[in-house]
């Protein structure tokens, strides 16, 4: 037995404790929990085998009442010895996708980030925002598949993109390849068919929290999002980072979300604050060139998961929902390049090079901090990914 010497103020402390899978070399992936610098299997901790499976889908189908449980079992747990042969180094194990991606949809619950790509994408209209942008969160059903986590290489897309001035498309690698720093969220335990969750039961319905990054071309994107929205210019990767965040963990993080007018509907009313005082951190080839403030989010998760099902569909244990790119009002506040550099006609310097969007080789980290229980930090590991050329 060891006792696991954890400074309170590390952001991976006694206040957050998230969970992730990992394996060993010769050994299948499970469960585990990161404290401090150390992973914990949570199997041989808790002596449960719903921690022996190779992803969280099986705990979180179990619901709250087993979410809390295991929470407080596992801090008590934490606080005191723990078995040897539970206990490895986070630079001794592999970090794996943390849970099977159910379905996966991603919204645009950020007002800055939509008034800056309705100014960029549509520079004739009047009004930045489209008329329905703050009666629903708006958003678009992706592909789950192509969901991989953290360290993932990410090959350069290929695809149809009009040319400046043609009437006609071209074929190829994607010439403006971007991020978008966003927060994603986890159902836990879904609802059936017909059975809409109110946004004031999201809490029972909510897991926990990644990062995520919806990488995105651009020129594909441009070409073919009308009228149905994107599609391949999304679709062939996102990245998540290891570690899921619970819920429960961002208790001192709830912030009310930016007044809302119009009012909304009465199935978007919430109980709140569901705003969430998460800051992210973008880095660029090892410089950080944004700061994106969560907090300032216009639709809060609550609102995106009853809007998700408020026409009936059901939700699964696994699902995701992301929450569009996170942009405070500041030019250093903005979560994609597209923003950051206006739409490429203003240039940033990253590592001393005059910079617009991801060439081959680059790699994009995104962080995340937020206000734990007790003044402490908690934090959300990384969610990286490098460029590799296009395979044709
Ligand atoms: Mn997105």
């Known amino acids: 037995m060891t006792r696991l010497s954890v400074p309170e103020d590390d952001l991976f402390g006694l206040t957050n404790l998230p969970y992730g899978v990992y394996s060993v070399p010769g050994r299948s992936p ?3 929990t990161r404290f401090g610098d150390f992973v914990v299997d949570l199997c041989l901790l ?3 085998p719903t921690f022996a499976a190779p992803s969280l889908n ?4 179990q619901g709250r009442g087993r979410w809390d449980d295991v929470r407080s079992r596992l801090r008590s747990a934490l606080s005191g010895d723990v078995p040897d042969e539970a206990v490895h180094a986070v630079s001794d194990v592999t970090l794996h996708l943390p849970f099977e991606v159910a379905d996966y949809v991603d919204f645009y619950a950020s007002e800055h980030h939509a008034s800056n790509l309705g100014r960029l994408f549509r520079p004739d209209s009047p009004e930045p925002l489209m008329p ?3 009666h629903l969160p708006v958003g678009y059903h992706g592909r789950s598949a192509s969901v991989v986590v953290s360290g993932t290489d990410i090959v350069r897309p290929s695809g149809q993109r009009l040319p400046a001035g ?6 190829g690698p994607s010439t403006r390849l971007d991020i ?8 836990g335990r879904g609802n059936p068919m017909g059975s809409p969750i109110p946004a004031s039961s999201a809490d029972d319905h909510l897991f926990g929290v990644v990062l995520f990054n919806d990488w995105s071309a651009r020129d594909i994107q441009a070409w073919e999002y009308v009228p149905l929205g994107p599609n391949l210019g999304k679709s062939f990767a996102s990245t998540v980072s290891p570690w899921v965040v619970p819920l429960a963990a961002l208790d001192a993080a709830r912030v009310p979300v930016p007044p809302q007018a119009p009012s909304v509907l009465p199935y978007l009313e919430m109980s709140p604050p569901w705003g ?4 992210l951190e973008v880095e660029w080839n090892g410089e950080v060139v944004s700061r994106p403030p969560y907090a300032a989010m ?3 998760p609550a609102q995106m998961l009853a809007h998700l099902t408020v026409n009936g569909a059901p939700t699964r244990t696994g699902d995701l929902f992301a929450s569009g790119t996170v942009s405070g009002p500041s030019r250093h506040e903005r979560g994609a390049f597209i923003e950051l550099t206006w739409g490429g006609s203003e240039p940033v310097t990253v590592a001393g090079r005059s910079r617009t969007f991801l060439e081959d080789g680059d790699e994009v980290v995104l962080r995340a901090t937020a206000p734990g229980v007790g003044g402490t930090r908690i934090g959300f590991g990384e969610a990286r990914g490098r460029i590799l050329p296009a395979v044709h």
Do not use: H, Q
């Not at 099986?58 to 189908?61: D, K, Q, T, V």
């Not at 043609?166 to 074929?171: C, L, Y």
């Open 298 to 300: 216009y639709w809060s």
């Open 166 to 171: 043609a009437t006609a498309p071209v074929f």
């Open 276 to 279: 969430l005082d998460i800051s």
């Open 30 to 32: 499970r469960v585990g």
């Open 132 to 134: 329905n942008w703050k």
């Open 180 to 187: 978008e720093a966003e927060v994603g969220f986890i159902v």
């Open 58 to 61: 099986p705990f979180m189908a």
């Open 46 to 48: 808790l002596d449960d």
